[in-house]
């Protein structure tokens, strides 16, 4: 290798993000970015785990620290699972890269409905996929997308309800195409071709990206666009919780609804029998100044940590920052951006540097804390601000 050329390695999350920007076109990688609105939320979630201080011990550490654990019964080498998202464009390999990194790496991958490569490939690289879907298309066609992802292999299912259609950001949102022809590639050509390489990567692989959701077809048919499976999401009327029961009986193996911010959603989900929630806040693509969910973390562990297993996502930058959501009592987390600068910005093994980073993280915060294993981790090994953490949907002022 010219000892020009820059090292492919990177050392830090933000390094990865720094580099997707400069290698993806400016819509794919503002399409990464998302948000809603002013940018409230996804700007706290980052922030917040910044706000939270670690309470490091001086001896007495353990010379090898144990970081596996199970998520819905499945193992993981650590507990950082890949959060479902749907994005195209980003790599030719798209989902397969991913799923071969959270392979090679131990970890568990969520797939989402609106991804770009189809169930049966990705289940084909990693046996721990977890399959999302969306309340989308009515009982019928999501009782056939399920029992398409059980014959795949999909080891649980994650139903996503946490979305409200908002539209508009104040910093500008990416034109996605609907498909593209000639025209849309005219279009876009001065953003593509500023960036050859990713030009090239795709040119490579054999053609323009494909800007379908295979997961979301009819029977034997054709991938629908992935503005004709918004279309089909934005006019299903949405679930209401005898629905959510409905899914999770459907479903019939380990079921997690991620998107809970409040108690009294939590105790719901518990009363519809899911087994495992996620304190997610749409990694701040939902309803913009909803809390960073590190802050709703602590009363929702609280209230139904000891029935069904919590995870959180939102922010998850850092392995400390792993290390943190731990303490305050999630299981594990998902990453959604993470992962997704990891493989803009080196495709597979870009991905498996991110996991390696977290994993470097978490460890070095379990040895700094006095710790032996992640399962030891707790609120005393943090500085928790006055005012940090924020309760929804619980006392009086809940009511409905
Ligand atoms: C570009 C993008 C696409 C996403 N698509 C999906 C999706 O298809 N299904 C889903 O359940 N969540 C989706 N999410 C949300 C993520 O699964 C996750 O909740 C969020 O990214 C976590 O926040 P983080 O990005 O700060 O880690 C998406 C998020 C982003 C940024």
């Not at 993806?24 to 990464?32: E, F, K, R, T």
Request: aromatic share 8%; with cysteine; charged share 20%.
């Amino acid at each position: 290798m010219s000892p020009f050329r820059r090292n492919p390695w990177f050392e830090t999350v933000a390094e990865a993000q720094r580099r997707a920007r400069r290698r993806l076109p400016a819509g794919v990688y503002g399409a990464l970015l998302a948000g809603s609105e002013r940018g409230r939320t996804v700007d706290d979630n980052t922030a917040a785990f910044a706000d939270l201080g670690f309470a490091p011990r001086v001896a007495g550490h353990h010379g090898r620290r144990d970081l596996t654990t199970t998520v819905l019964g499945v193992e993981t080498s650590f507990p950082v699972v890949i959060s479902p998202t749907g994005v195209q464009a980003v790599d030719p390999q798209a989902e397969v890269a991913v799923a071969r990194a959270a392979a090679n790496r131990g970890v568990i991958m969520g797939l989402s409905s609106f991804a770009s490569r189809p169930v049966e490939e990705v289940c084909a690289v990693h046996p721990n996929v977890f399959f999302q879907i969306y309340w989308s298309g009515g009982r019928e066609v999501m009782r056939r997308r399920m029992e398409r992802a059980r014959r795949a292999g999909a080891k649980a299912l994650v139903a996503t309800l946490d979305w409200s259609f908002s539209q508009g950001r104040d910093w500008g949102s990416p034109v996605i195409p609907e498909r593209i022809d000639l025209r849309t590639a005219l279009r876009m050509a001065p953003q593509v071709l500023a960036r050859p390489g990713w030009l090239w990567r795709f040119a490579r692989a054999g053609g323009a990206p494909d800007l379908t959701a295979p997961n979301l077809g009819a029977p034997d048919g054709a991938a629908p666009t992935f503005f004709g499976a918004y279309g089909e999401w934005m006019s299903t009327p949405p679930p209401t919780w005898e629905d959510v029961t409905w899914l999770r009986q459907e479903w019939q193996g380990p079921f997690l609804l991620k998107g809970v911010c409040r108690v009294d959603d939590a105790r719901r989900a518990v009363d519809a029998g899911v087994d495992a929630i996620s304190v997610s806040n749409h990694g701040g693509n939902n309803l913009d100044t909803t809390p960073a969910t590190i802050r709703l973390l602590p009363a929702i562990a609280e209230a139904v940590g000891d029935e069904v297993e919590v995870l959180l996502d939102g922010g998850v930058r850092r392995g400390g920052d792993v290390a943190k959501a731990l303490a305050l009592g999630a299981r594990a987390v998902l990453i959604g951006r993470a992962s997704l600068w990891g493989l803009a910005a080196n495709g597979q093994a870009g991905v498996e540097n991110v996991l390696d980073i977290l994993r470097g993280g978490l460890d070095s915060a379990v040895l700094g804390l006095g710790r032996g294993s992640v399962h030891e981790l707790r609120p005393r090994d943090l500085h928790v601000p006055r005012g940090f953490a924020v309760t929804l949907g619980s006392g009086p002022a809940a009511e409905r």
